[in-house]
């Protein structure tokens, strides 16, 4: 696990391998495949290449965008007993950042 965390000073080596899932988890959220068989770093190279396929980010936020897109939101959102997701707390981050999009 490759993800660049603070380690408080005289933790042990489990409440490091604690703080280094919850980094990597949410980079890669529900995503098995990013989770285990990726690199935080090519996590996060590849849902940036989902994200600038995202035509509009705020119909993207509430599930509206196109079939152009559909491959993005594949990637970038999940469905968990019929409830639709945002993969993780990283894509939320980089719909208002990246697009600026301002729901408040």
Do not use: C
């Not at 280094?20 to 996590?43: P, Q, W």
């Not at 999940?78 to 409830?83: A, D, L, R, T």
């Amino acid at each position: 696990m490759d993800s660049k965390v603070e380690i408080p000073e005289g933790a042990s080596d489990n409440e490091i391998l604690t703080l280094k899932i919850k980094a990597k988890y949410d980079i890669a959220g529900a995503s098995a495949r990013y989770m285990f068989d990726l690199e935080t770093s090519k996590v996060i190279s590849d849902i940036d290449g989902h994200m600038k396929r995202i035509p509009d980010s705020a119909k993207f936020f509430h599930g509206e965008v196109g079939e152009q897109s559909k491959d993005a939101i594949n990637h970038l959102r999940s469905e968990f007993n019929g409830k639709k997701e945002f993969l993780s707390l990283y894509v939320v981050e980089q719909i208002f950042w990246r697009h600026e999009y301002n729901v408040l």
